[in-house]
């Protein structure tokens, strides 16, 4: 299991853009991934589940990778998130 923690600079939080670039990535991969934002977890090849977390900007989210190909999905998660 790795993990990932990533501070949301969108002024607007995790709205439908961002989380929707977090689902189209993560659906790519057969690991889980999951993001926590406080108590709230949301598995995160669910955009229903990702914009439920409503997480606003400044918030630290922590991304878990569990699986066969997580080293794979790590990295692609992590260029996703860098590009926001």
């Known amino acids: 299991m790795r993990e990932y923690l990533y501070e949301l600079k969108d002024p607007l939080g995790l709205h439908a853009r961002p989380a929707s670039m977090i689902f189209m990535e ?3 991969y057969s690991c889980s991934i999951e993001a926590q934002w406080e108590s ?3 598995d995160c090849k669910s955009l229903l589940a990702l914009m439920g977390l409503r997480a606003k900007r400044g918030s630290i989210i922590r991304f878990l ?3 066969e190909d997580e080293e794979a999905a790590i990295t692609a998660l992590c ?3 860098e590009e926001m």
């Open 26 to 28: 993560a659906r790519k």
């Open 65 to 67: 990778f569990d699986g």
């Open 79 to 81: 260029a996703v998130l």
């Open 40 to 42: 709230d977890k949301a």
